[in-house]
C-alpha cells in the first residue's frame, strides 16, 4: 500500500508519530487548564501545600469536597507532573516548586491566574471566531470577570517582584523624584495591582490610577482600601486619550499598551501630560522582533492570548495599527515616536516583560 500523502507530498510517519505524540501531550494539558482553576477556586492545592500529603478522602474531607472527583482531579495532576503521588501509600502531595507555581500567589512563579484568563477567555469563544469574519472586535469591558482577576493574577507576582527593586532603577533619575514627591498616572490599571505597588514603596508621592472599565476601578478602589494606600490613589474612568491631568513626572503603562486601539494617539496624548522632563514607562509582554525569534514558549502563549485577548480589544477600539502582544522593540518604538517622542530606550527585561523608557 502507497503511504499517504499531503498535497502530493508523502507523509514521513516518524514524524508524523512525533507529532501525534506532541498533540496528545498537549490535549492532555489543555483538558487540565480548567482543572487547575477548579483546584484553586477549591482550595485544592492550598490544601495540599499546607497539609500533604493526602490520600483522596481525606484531602475530599478537609477541602469538603467529594472523593470521587478528587480521586480523579489528583490522578489528573501527577500525571502531568503537577501533583506528586506515592504509589507505596496512595498519597498525594505537593512539592515546594509545585506549591509555588500552584498554591503561593506572591511566588514570582505562580501562574494560575494565566490558567484562570485562559477559562474566561473561553466564554467569548463563538464572538471571537465571527469576529474572524468581520473584523470586528470584543474589548476588555465585554471580556467576562475571569479574564479580568486571571490578568490580574498573571501579572501581579512580576510586578511585585521587580517594579520597584528593578524596573523603577532603570529609568533615568526616577528613582529620587519618587521617593521627593512625584505626579505619577498609571493609565490602563485594571485592578489597580501595579498601582498599589507603587503608592506602598513611594508614600510621598501621588497616584491617579486610569482604566476605562469601571467596574475594574472599582475593584482597585477596594484592592487600594485593603492595602491601606487609598489616601495615597485617585481613581478615575477615562480611556488613555482623555484622562486627566498634565505635568506628570511619571506616566506607566503595564501590558496594556499594545491593546490600544490608536497607540499613535495614545503616545501623542501621554507626552502633552508629561512634564518637560518626565518620563514614560511601557511594560510590554516581552518580545523579539522577528516572527521566527518569537516561535518559543512564553511567545506561543503571548500569541495566543493576543489573538483571543488583545487584538480583539484593539479591533473594538478601532485597531489603526493593530499592534498584538507580539509586537517587539522595534515596532513599539515606530508609533512612539510617530507620537512625539523623541528618545526611547529599553531600560531592562525579564523573560515575560520589555520595559521601555520613552522622553520628549
Known sequence: ????????????????????????????AAYYAPL?????????????ADGGPFLPVELAERTDTVEPYVNEWLAAGAAGGYVTYDPETGRYSLTPEQAALLADEDSPAFLVGG????????????????DFR????????????????GTERFYRPGYET???GEWIPA????????????????????????????AEAYPDSEFVAIDYHDHSVEVARERAEEAGVADRIRFEVATAKEYHGTDYDLVMMFDAYHDMGDPVGVASYVRETLAGDGAWMVVEPFANDRIEDNLNP???????????????????????????????????REVITEGGFSRLRRATETPFNLVLEAKP
Open 134 to 149: 468581520t473584523g470586528d472586535g470584543v474589548g476588555w469591558n465585554e471580556q467576562d470577570e475571569d479574564v479580568c482577576h
Open 36 to 48: 487547575i482553576v477548579i483546584g484553586d477556586k477549591l482550595g485544592l492545592y492550598e490544601a495540599l
Open 162 to 164: 521587580n517594579l520597584v
Open 1 to 28: 500500500m502507497a503511504p499517504p500523502t499531503t498535497a502530493d507530498a508523502p507523509v514521513d510517519e516518524e514524524k508524523l508519530d512525533e507529532l501525534v505524540g506532541m498533540a496528545v501531550n498537549e490535549l492532555g
Open 115 to 130: 490558567y484562570q484568563g485562559l477559562i474566561g477567555y473561553q466564554k467569548t469563544l463563538s464572538k471571537i471566531e465571527a
Open 298 to 332: 512564553v511567545g506561543r502563549a503571548f500569541y495566543c492570548a493576543s489573538t483571543m485577548a488583545c487584538v480583539p480589544n484593539s479591533l473594538d477600539q478601532g485597531g489603526d495599527p493593530v499592534l498584538g502582544a507580539q509586537g517587539g522593540e522595534a515596532r513599539l
Open 171 to 198: 529609568l533615568d533619575g526616577i528613582e529620587t523624584r519618587l521617593r521627593d514627591g512625584a505626579r505619577v498616572a498609571d493609565v490602563g490599571c485594571g485592578h489597580g495591582a501595579s498601582t498599589i505597588v507603587m
